[in-house]
């Protein structure tokens, strides 16, 4: 332990308060490794607040429904989506914060362990080695660990969403960073790793779309059938059912889509709140049917 100060400035500074006691360079090394371990203890404490307000912040971001009419059915999706947001950033904080713990404090146990003249190269050999050997092991793990971190910081989907997962389609009812477990339409539950997961479709991400294909006869009037899907689409618009729970903007009528031997195929569409558009879907055929029912206007088969 002579030679422990003979290259450090701070420790041989306390040495020489120390008059060069024998004891001397014991205790100076001692009081660095103590200021080594504190000062370790204090950066990790800076981060994970840094971290944290980063985390706070990031929870605070606009809604993508703000952009939409106000009213009790948007204010629910917000509340929805900060929470989502929250649970989101919250995930990846505590990654982060692990992370910054293990670089933090791993450097200042291999300082220590250099300051108490303790070979630290066949260490860090031996961990590298351990490293690559997990590595090849459990890469399958991996890819699936970075694969969600990825589909959590950039909010591809989120418990409630519905998503089309290509091997599944269903409803997300947990997110973790390594699987996602879906719901389907037959109650039947698919665990999916993240990592094999290439392409996302998410239908109810912010906003969805309802349509409604209306055939009629190829020898009705073009014209008045538009008119009447029209005024069919402002009827909707103003019930205060569907527009303060389900519909966001007006329905438009896209005119003719289809043209057959036998029939002319209208769509009426809709933009809906979340996981809306079925049920929406459902009342915009009753009362197309009913309309149309009313004017006398043929439907067929397409």
Not at 2 to 22: E, Q, R
Not at 156 to 167: E, K, L, S, T, W
Request: hydrophobic share 50%; charged share 25%.
């Amino acid at each position: 332990m002579a030679g422990i100060c003979t290259k450090d400035p701070v420790c041989s500074t306390l040495v020489g308060m120390f008059d060069n006691a024998v004891w001397a360079p014991i205790a100076a090394s001692a009081i660095v490794i103590v200021l080594i371990i504190v000062l370790a203890f204090v950066l990790r404490k800076i981060a994970h607040r840094m971290i944290t307000r980063v985390v706070h912040r990031a929870a605070a971001k606009s809604s993508i429904t703000s952009r939409f009419r106000k009213g009790a059915a948007t204010d629910g999706i917000d509340a929805l989506l900060r929470e989502r947001r929250k649970q989101r950033a919250e995930t990846m904080g505590s990654v982060l914060k692990h992370v910054a713990s293990i670089v933090i404090l791993g450097t200042a146990v291999l300082t220590v362990l250099d300051r108490l003249t303790i070979p630290i190269a066949p260490l860090l050999t031996s961990v590298g080695i351990l490293g690559v050997a997990i590595g090849f092991g459990a890469q399958e793990l991996v890819k699936d660990f970075i694969a969600g971190m990825f589909m959590l910081l950039e909010d591809q989907y989120g418990v409630g969403d519905v998503i089309d997962v290509g091997a599944a389609v269903g409803t997300v009812e947990t997110v973790t960073l390594r699987i996602t477990r879906l719901r389907d339409a037959d109650g039947r539950v698919w665990y999916v790793r993240n990592g094999t997961i290439t392409r996302v479709g998410n239908e109810s991400q912010g906003w969805s779309r309802a349509y409604v294909d209306v055939p009629v006869a190829y020898d009705a009037d073009i014209v008045s059938v538009r008119v009447l899907l029209e005024h069919l689409a402002k009827e909707i618009w103003a019930d205060p059912e569907l527009r303060e729970s389900k519909i966001l903007e007006q329905p438009q009528v896209f005119g003719v889509e289809q043209l057959s031997d036998s029939s002319v195929v209208f769509r009426i569409t809709a933009k809906t709140l979340p996981n809306e558009q079925a049920e929406v879907a459902r009342e915009m055929r009753i009362r197309v049917k009913a309309a149309l029912d009313d004017a006398g206007v043929t439907m067929v088969a397409v």
